[in-house]
């Protein structure tokens, strides 16, 4: 029987109340099964940078990819490709059968404090990224999820920000990179929280043109997770899923105004085969299994992450100090906290719990072990909340083995469970019936004396005692209804108290579980902070007796986190004294920068060398050690424009005024308002330097193109350093005098190419006939226009040194 007919079979055998029961989530993660359709449960996780699994949960790893920023830094879909079957066997492993990634929101603002999961600001790089990736998780029979639909590109208000934008800007940029996804095949869509033009998306009439009329996605539309929060409107819309369930919103709700006619049955019905040619799919329907699972293998696991975040990182600079030559150096300073605990991860809903954990210090003294000695000296301390207690920290005062003692009680203090942990930061403690409070306990073995300072992170009332001396007590109300800072990233409270070397208080940590608070509890420590004076005095001592040195400096998760935007690019001030101290004290010094999104860099002109490492996953700490040492090419180049200080960028705005965001740049987002502006970054789109230099020869390609066909120019390039490398050339359009307002250019393709020293090589850039038509707001469809255009190319959007001059002709009759 055809898949079609079957599943209108299956549906004549559901009442109405079982159907409208499919459209929401059993629980957090899952579906609801329904035995008599022998229709399984499948569950979903988050992406992109891993699978964690329906848990939260230290003991249950996952990969840790670099941050989807690293990805689109790439500029490399195949190898994109393979890191999505990596989560996909991910996925299977851990029973998963949807991942949500990938995000496909754009870099709007360099203030969007969730850059870090999104790829880039180009919608044309951001949609082939995109769908590389969703290629890579759907080819192993797991199900991607193109989010957040659309014009969720901050963080501000995001569950009830009115975004504005022109029908125009909407087609060309912000939905463009959704409709590559949908070409791709990807089999979920996730409406956002924001509204559009007055319309919150899961409502919006987008769902259902242009997604399903005009591009043909026959997937499932879902929610982000509470963004369902009335009834007619999104049932009514292209809506298919309300996430988690069981949704108020929906359920006994939605059976009421089908029975009233508020709803049409058609609209049930249309949702319900939706999801369940997906189960069909994904083989959760009838007798169809998944596929076979191939064995897992960690260390080929590992290489491919470490590949990977070596090609996504960003030379921006290098005034001969990079490569490293490890055989000639006797001593090598590693200096910054950022190098001593990296950040490989961006905060909320996306993290997990990675398999290793690779800092840069590491890398470097892995590769340098038995050939030099390495000096690490941690600088000033970084600003905000101390980390989570870790093992290293303290023991469990239940058992005595390195962890904590996490226990939930009821309202009279009985113990209801009692479980060892490894972790301070515990985000889903087990609840039984009759939980009120959840505790966190350990013996502390402080490293150093003085005055430590406490974090514990929450709602509602929190305690925190040490030996029965309380240092913290409060009641914390919930001021926000972002499920990201509920139960992921809840906001910390602190206390300052006196510790020993040598005792070992008793740490107390408690949390009554208010309701709608979720139950997070996360208890963090942090030595005294070391004078900053005295600290950068250490650093440049240890810099000038080293024959190199490696700087470290970085965004932290109070910074660059889902839930909240930035509100500066500037580093802490200690971070920025650090890296002048140590350039002044040794020339010979490499600066890394470990962040998801642009940084000011005041001192980027003085520095010996400058990378950029993102939050590269894992294995960043081997991966960078590799790309300094010259084991590795740095080959990433910049997805994003990078301003030298906040000011000069034509797009800032995050915060909405009276509820609605107003995208008045247009279609200059990005390396266009740039151009539109006559403004210089530090970095434009599309920068990266290797470890060899090229020489851009010849551009060639047709002079006269017909309106809807593609095209493909050809770019001579020759390698002229002393070294084999990748060069990504990059093509650009500009249409000047046009009649039609268009960017001053705009990225139109590229493609990467290797030569040995020497050697020249011919690119072959493929330019779609999407690239060269605009949307007419009047008539509601595509036009293009007829005239001249430049095709431009080469190392960047702000280096083409290439020039083809091409007529457009007009549209056919």
Known sequence: MHEDDEIDRLMGKLTLTEKVTLLTGADTWSTAAEPSVELRPFTMSDGPAGVRGPSWDERHTAVLLPSATALAATWDEPLVERLGSLLALEARRKGVHVVLAPNLNLHRSPLGGRHFECLSE??????????ALVRGIQAHGVAATAKHYVANDSETDRLTVDVRVGGRALREVYLAPFEAAVAAGVRFVMAGYNAVEGTTMTASPLLSAPLRTEWGFDGAVVSDWGAVRTTGDTAQAGLDLAMPGPAEAWGEALVRAVEEGHVTQQAVDDKVRHLLTQAHWLGRLGGALPRALPPPRSDTERALVRRAAAAGTVMLANRGTLPL?????????????????????????????????????????????????????????????????????????????????????????????????????????????????????????????????????????????????????????????????????????????????????????????????????????????????????????????????IVVVGTTEHDECEGRDRVRLALEPG????????????????VVVNSGGPVEMPWRQEAGALLLAWFPGQEGGQALADVLFGRSEPGGRLPTTWPAALDDSPVTDTRPSGGRLDYAEGLHVGHRGWLRALRTPAYWFGHGLGYTTWAYEQLTGPTDIRAGDPFTVCVRVRNTGGRAGREVVQVYLARPGAAVEYPERWFAGYTAVHARPGEAVTAQVHVPARLLRHWDEEASRWRTEPGRCRVLAGRSAGDLPLELGVELGGERA
């Open 122 to 131: 180009d919608p044309e790089l951001t949609g082939r990224i995109g769908a």
């Open 325 to 549: 030559d490890a055989r000639s150096l006797a001593k090598v300073a590693v200096i910054g906290s950022h190098a001593v605990r990296t950040r490989l991860q961006g905060g909320g809903s996306a993290g997990v719990f990675p398999t290793a954990e690779v800092s840069i210090l590491d890398g470097v003294r892995s590769l340098l072990r038995g050939r030099a000695k390495v000096v690490a000296v941690p600088g000033p301390a970084p600003e905000g909340p101390p980390p989570p207690l870790d093992a290293a920290l303290c023991t469990d005062p239940g058992s005595g083995a390195p962890g904590v003692l996490l226990r939930v009680l009821d309202a009279e203090g009985n113990q209801l469970c009692a479980v060892h942990r490894a972790s301070g930061r515990q985000l889903e403690p087990p609840l039984a019936p009759g939980a009120h409070t959840v505790e966190i306990s350990a013996h502390l073995h402080p490293h150093e004396s003085g005055a430590w300072t406490f974090g514990v992170a929450g709602f509602g009332r929190i305690s925190l005692r040490l030996d029965e001396e309380e240092v913290l007590a409060g009641d914390f109300p919930k001021d926000t209804d972002d499920p990201a800072t509920i139960h992921v990233t809840p906001p910390v409270h602190t206390a300052v108290a006196e510790l020993t070397v040598g005792t070992a208080p008793l740490l107390v940590a408690r949390r009554e579980l208010t309701p709608g608070t979720g139950r997070a509890l996360v208890v963090g420590a942090g030595p005294p902070a070391p004078d900053v004076a005295v600290a950068l005095e250490e650093a440049a001592q240890a810099a000038g007796e080293a024959d190199a040195s």
């Open 575 to 590: 971070q920025d004294a650090l890296v002048r101290a140590v350039i002044a004290a040794n020339p010979r010094t490499v």
